[in-house]
């Protein structure tokens, strides 16, 4: 079991990627792209994963679309002095919560990097570490 949901993981990531890499205008490009890296699905296997992962085709290309209102996930927050917060979370949520600090228009925020599971927090000069993490637990909630 721990291994089929560790491979479930390791193609979210992958599909994932693929999405923000590649210009995807349809399942079979996706399916050949899979395919390139070693991965065969079939087609009703990937549309599941798809609407799962919130991966929507949007503009003529897939996506992911995360609801504003979308439940974040459990995420651990931690202090890398003298400037940058580090906030860790499930696969493919980094993006999620940038896009939820960014529009939050947080004070000393300075701007943010996404990883796939990460995201960096610059914090500007002239305000500290433990008020930007304050701020940010009360648009993120509280880290676990």
Same mark, same amino acid.
């Given at each position: 079991? &721990?291994?089929? /949901? #560790?491979?479930? @993981?390791?193609?979210?990531?992958?599909?994932?990627?693929? +999405? !923000?890499?590649? $210009?995807? *205008?349809?399942?079979?490009?996706?399916?050949?792209?899979?395919?390139?890296?070693q991965?065969?699905?079939?087609?009703?296997?990937?549309? &599941?994963?798809? /609407? #799962?992962?919130? @991966?929507?085709?949007?503009?003529?290309?897939?996506?992911r +679309? !995360?609801?504003? $209102?979308? *439940?974040?996930?459990?995420?651990?927050?931690?202090?890398?002095?003298?400037?940058?917060?580090?906030?860790?979370?499930?696969?493919?949520?980094?993006?999620?919560?940038?896009?939820? @600090?960014?529009?939050?228009?947080?004070?000393?925020?300075?701007?943010?990097?996404a990883?796939?599971d990460?995201?960096?927090?610059?914090?500007?000069?002239?305000?500290?570490?433990?008020?930007?993490?304050?701020?940010?637990?009360?648009?993120?909630g509280?880290?676990?």
């Amino acid at each position: 079991m &721990r291994t089929m /949901q #560790k491979n479930a @993981v390791a193609l979210d990531q992958l599909i994932l990627r693929l +999405v !923000v890499e590649h $210009d995807i *205008p349809d399942q079979a490009t996706l399916l050949d792209f899979l395919s390139r890296e070693q991965v065969q699905i079939t087609q009703g296997t990937l549309s &599941r994963r798809l /609407q #799962k992962l919130s @991966v929507q085709k949007r503009d003529g290309k897939y996506q992911r +679309v !995360v609801p504003v $209102d979308h *439940p974040l996930p459990v995420y651990s927050m931690h202090e890398a002095p003298p400037n940058m917060i580090i906030l860790q979370s499930g696969p493919g949520f980094g993006m999620v919560m940038a896009v939820r @600090v960014d529009r939050s228009n947080i004070p000393g925020v300075a701007g943010t990097i996404a990883g796939e599971d990460t995201l960096f927090v610059a914090v500007e000069r002239g305000h500290t570490l433990e008020e930007v993490r304050r701020r940010l637990e009360s648009v993120l909630g509280q880290p676990r």
